[in-house]
């Protein structure tokens, strides 16, 4: 998949806002629904996405930094970014539920047509959705946590996380539905601009389905700003492409910003590069745990050896 912007008419938002806001009022059932308007759903929920991400990327890019400089990096400085790694995933998956809630707010309660154009957006978006449901469902429901953990060596360090689950009785670590043989973990580096990418791959998806189902009388451009969204694509063109040992053979999601002569950015999945250090090398790991009461072993992610 690959995304150019700006966008003559939406700039940096995506299409799809301007397919929402054109939508005579009489075909839409919102208020039925007890629902916003649909372009609002997607504003608000758009945007809760990115400002998540902007402001966990800029946390990263800033400890990326001082590892450069070759400053010390507290692990609570680390452990702290988990409330904001949360509220990324949980933001991404909220977007997801409103690309859901747009297409419910565009039919009766109770048609047939809405359950088929749910159905069609579903099927398009099963890999992506999949994905965040995973790691969303499993804090919800069976009361996960995410981990921060970071890898360093030399000048360089990779922030990620996982999903901290059981692995045997008694024993927590990476969460084995999530990270095979529980010895892996999710760098920022790779998921960050893995979700944003994909964010504005579902907004085609939508975009899509609202065309196909509803017939849009003209393109009415809202007046949004699209600053905060170039600035979050510029802070992402930022990270290192330096990943997880079992993110090294991965395709790659790409996001690269030019200023001259004038502002674009190109999002890409797959990207047409490759990882910075695919040569082996040993890594610092580093993070924090806190055991139960009777769990009381920890097995550390890239590593046989429990603790």
Same mark, same amino acid.
């Given at each position: 998949?690959?995304?150019?912007? #700006?966008? @003559?008419?939406?700039?940096?938002? #995506?299409?799809?806002?301007?397919?929402?806001?054109?939508? #005579?009022?009489?075909?839409?059932?919102?208020?039925e629904h007890g629902?916003?308007?649909?372009?609002?759903?997607?504003?608000?929920?758009? +945007?809760?996405? /990115?400002?998540?991400?902007? @402001?966990?990327?800029?946390?990263?890019?800033?400890?990326?930094?001082?590892?450069?400089?070759?400053?010390?990096? @507290?692990?609570?400085?680390?452990?702290?970014?988990?409330?904001?790694? %949360?509220? %990324?995933?949980? %933001?991404?998956?909220?977007?997801?539920?409103?690309?859901?809630?747009?297409? *419910?707010?565009?039919?009766?309660? +109770?048609?047939?047509?809405?359950?088929?154009?749910?159905?069609?957006?579903?099927?398009?978006?099963?890999? =992506?959705?999949?994905?965040?449901?995973?790691?969303?469902?499993?804090?919800?429901?069976?009361?996960?946590?995410?981990?921060?953990?970071?890898?360093?060596?030399?000048? *360089?360090? &990779?922030?990620? =996380?996982?999903?901290?689950?059981?692995?045997?009785?008694?024993? &927590?670590?990476?969460?084995?539905?999530?990270?095979?043989?529980? +010895?892996?973990?999710?760098?920022?580096?790779?998921?960050?601009? =893995?979700?944003?990418?994909?964010?504005?791959?579902?907004?085609?998806?939508?975009? /899509?389905?609202?065309?196909?189902?509803? *017939?849009?009388?003209?393109?009415?451009?809202?007046?949004?700003?699209?600053?905060?969204i170039f600035s979050?694509?510029?802070?992402?063109?930022?990270?290192?492409?330096? =990943?997880?040992?079992?993110?090294?053979?991965?395709?790659?999601?790409?996001?690269? /910003?030019?200023?001259? !002569?004038?502002?674009?950015?190109?999002?890409?999945?797959?990207?047409?590069?490759?990882?910075?250090? $695919?040569? #082996?090398? +040993?890594?610092?790991?580093?993070?924090?745990?806190?055991?139960?009461? @009777?769990? $009381?072993?920890?097995?550390?992610?890239?590593? !046989? &050896?429990?603790?």
């Amino acid at each position: 998949m690959k995304f150019e912007l #700006p966008h @003559r008419d939406s700039g940096y938002y #995506p299409q799809v806002v301007l397919t929402l806001n054109g939508i #005579p009022d009489e075909k839409i059932f919102h208020i039925e629904h007890g629902l916003m308007h649909p372009v609002d759903i997607f504003v608000t929920t758009f +945007n809760d996405a /990115t400002e998540s991400a902007s @402001r966990l990327t800029k946390r990263i890019n800033s400890i990326i930094l001082l590892k450069k400089e070759n400053e010390d990096i @507290r692990l609570e400085e680390i452990d702290d970014i988990r409330v904001d790694i %949360f509220n %990324f995933l949980f %933001f991404s998956a909220n977007f997801i539920e409103a690309c859901q809630s747009i297409i *419910k707010s565009l039919f009766e309660k +109770n048609s047939k047509q809405a359950g088929k154009a749910a159905r069609e957006f579903n099927g398009l978006t099963i890999e =992506y959705r999949a994905h965040v449901s995973k790691i969303i469902n499993f804090i919800k429901h069976q009361h996960r946590r995410i981990r921060p953990i970071t890898g360093a060596w030399g000048n *360089k360090i &990779i922030v990620g =996380y996982y999903v901290e689950g059981v692995v045997a009785a008694n024993v &927590i670590g990476p969460d084995p539905e999530v990270h095979p043989d529980s +010895n892996s973990a999710i760098s920022l580096n790779r998921d960050i601009p =893995y979700h944003v990418v994909n964010l504005y791959f579902m907004c085609s998806c939508l975009d /899509t389905i609202v065309r196909k189902h509803i *017939k849009v009388a003209q393109i009415a451009q809202p007046n949004l700003d699209g600053n905060k969204i170039f600035s979050l694509l510029q802070e992402i063109s930022k990270i290192p492409l330096n =990943y997880f040992p079992n993110e090294i053979n991965k395709s790659i999601p790409l996001i690269s /910003t030019h200023t001259s !002569p004038s502002d674009r950015a190109l999002l890409e999945y797959p990207g047409r590069k490759k990882a910075e250090n $695919r040569k #082996p090398h +040993n890594m610092n790991i580093s993070l924090t745990s806190i055991m139960g009461v @009777r769990s $009381r072993s920890l097995k550390l992610p890239y590593s !046989p &050896i429990d603790s």
